[in-house]
Structures are given as structure tokens and as C-alpha cells.
């Protein structure tokens, strides 16, 4: 039986009664924007004038804002960064192929690779144990006092080894977090078609987990790009960081340490934004 249409007044009602609301949903919208816009001036003014109005700000001011100390050293730190991105870019790299090949060794349960198991247990447990600025020290000083041939001697090889070293650890549990999620039956299911074990890995559980573990990902490489400085400490010459730091020390005005971190932030802050664009994303596809 069909239902008998309502009346025509009756959906007038009911269309002027959705419009009420969504014109109720769009002004609530506005005044939670106007009031957030409003608490930012306020705060936001009132720490800008307790600064302006600090009895050590002139000092400040010329110390570490200085534009004409910014113009003048700016151009050489610019050039300087392409080293950090050149490294960073790498290490990306070689770290998404470490940490990857450790977890699917530690997840991987065939008896045969038991002694790899161990050797990756040890390697993530150490590396992740050891803070990064020190492991820099290790391996760049370390490694050339050996004096063996064939070991590089570079300080930004030994810098870049280090980070990968250090940041593959920790890729490697996020790797294994992801593949642990993927449910057994998906790996049973891929078997049942006929797929072998290893296409099984490589067609249906690899390609979910890494979609599952996407944002902590590169919440790691946003760190990563940042941690670059550090090869700074074994000296490598022409390195952002290092470039400010000879400028700063020069005149003892450190404004082109600002410069420098206006350039990381530079690379850092769309990664971040990024990064909180793909985790809404992702939640969505989970939820």
C-alpha cells in the first residue's frame, strides 16, 4: 500500500523548519568564530605588548632580530639549508627500507629467520635506547678513529648513517604496529584465492598497513627534518645550523640563528599541517 503524500502545507513546514536550523547551526558557527578570533587578539596583543614592554626588550630586539644582521647572513644560511634538505630526503629514504625490512623480520614467524628475529630485537632495542644527538657523536667520531678501509669518513655520511640508524629503530615499531593490525583473516583470505604467503604479505597485508600507519609516519619525519641539525656538532661544514651558529659567534649577534629556524619551520609547519590533514582522513576511513 502507498503511503498518502502529505499535504503540501506540511512539507512547507518541514523544509522552513530544516532552514531554521541550519541557519541556527551557521550562526552558532559565527559567534564561536568571532569569540575564538576575539580571545586570540586579546591574548595574543597582551603577550606581544608584556614583550614590547620589557625592560630588556631594545636589548633583545637587536640581539636577535637585528634585519640588517638577517639581510646579511640569510642568502649564505638559504644555501646552506639545501644540505639539510639534500640529507634529509636521503635518510627518508634509506630509514622507509630499514625500518620496513626490521619489522617484516620481526613479524615474519618462519623458524629459519630466528637468529634475524634476535639480530632485530637488538638493534631496535639499542637504537632506540640511545638519543640521537649522542649516536651522532658515536658513529661520527667513532667510525673514522677506527681507521679501517672502506668505512666512509665524511662527516655528513656518518651524520646521515646515524640518522638512519636511530630513526630506522623507531620506523620499525611503527612498521610492526601496522602489521599487526591487519587482521589475520585478511592473511587467511588471501590464502584461500591462492595467493602464497609471500604474495599474500606483498598484495594485502603490506599495502593496509602501511595506509594505517601513514600519519605517525611522517609525524617521524617531521622530527627527522628537524634532528638534520645535528650532524652540525660533528662539523659539517656548510650545514644550516653550523653556518648560523659561525655567523652568530662572529659578532656575537644571533640573529642568524633565527634565520635558520625560520627556515625549518619553513619545512616543518606544511608537513605538520599535512599531517593533521591526512590523520582526519585517515580517521574518517577507519571510523
Do not use: C
Not at 239 to 261: G, H, K, M
Request: proline content about 6%; hydrophobic content about 55%; charged content about 20%.
Amino acid at each position: 500500500m502507498i503511503a498518502p503524500r502529505p499535504p503540501l502545507d506540511a512539507a512547507v513546514v518541514v523544509a522552513d523548519r530544516r532552514a531554521e536550523r541550519a541557519a541556527a547551526r551557521r550562526a552558532k558557527a559565527r559567534r564561536g568564530q568571532l569569540i575564538a578570533a576575539t580571545s586570540t587578539l586579546v591574548i595574543g596583543g597582551a603577550l606581544v605588548a608584556l614583550i614590547l614592554t620589557s625592560p630588556g626588550w631594545p636589548e633583545v630586539r637587536d640581539t636577535f632580530l637585528s634585519v640588517e644582521v638577517f639581510r646579511e647572513s640569510f642568502p649564505d644560511i638559504l644555501r646552506a639549508f639545501w644540505l639539510d634538505v639534500r640529507v634529509f630526503l636521503i635518510v627518508e629514504v634509506a630509514v622507509l627500507i630499514l625500518g620496513l625490512l626490521v619489522a617484516l623480520t620481526r613479524t615474519v614467524d618462519a623458524p629459519a629467520l630466528f637468529p634475524l628475529r634476535i639480530l632485530a630485537v637488538v638493534y631496535t632495542d639499542l637504537f632506540r635506547g640511545i638519543p640521537t644527538i649522542l649516536l651522532v657523536y658515536l658513529i661520527g667520531f667513532g667510525v673514522p678513529a677506527l681507521a679501517l678501509e672502506g668505512l666512509p669518513t665524511e662527516p655528513v655520511v656518518l651524520g646521515g648513517i646515524a640518522l638512519t640508524l636511530s630513526y630506522g629503530a623507531y620506523v620499525s615499531e611503527v612498521y610492526r604496529a601496522g602489521l599487526r593490525s591487519v587482521h589475520r583473516g585478511q592473511r587467511d583470505a588471501a590464502l584461500a584465492i591462492g595467493l602464497t604467503e609471500r604474495q599474500a604479505l606483498r598484495h594485502v597485508i603490506l599495502p593496509q598497513a602501511v595506509r594505517r600507519v601513514g600519519p605517525p609516519l611522517l609525524n617521524d619525519f617531521i622530527a627527522l627534518q628537524k634532528d638534520v641539525a645535528l650532524i652540525a656538532i660533528i662539523g659539517v661544514a656548510g650545514e644550516a645550523f653550523r653556518v648560523a651558529q659561525i655567523q652568530a659567534a662572529s659578532d656575537f649577534n644571533y640573529t642568524p640563528l633565527i634565520a635558520a629556524a625560520m627556515l625549518y619551520l619553513a619545512i616543518t609547519i606544511p608537513l605538520a599541517r599535512l599531517l593533521d590533514r591526512w590523520e582526519r582522513g585517515h580517521g574518517g576511513r577507519t571510523r
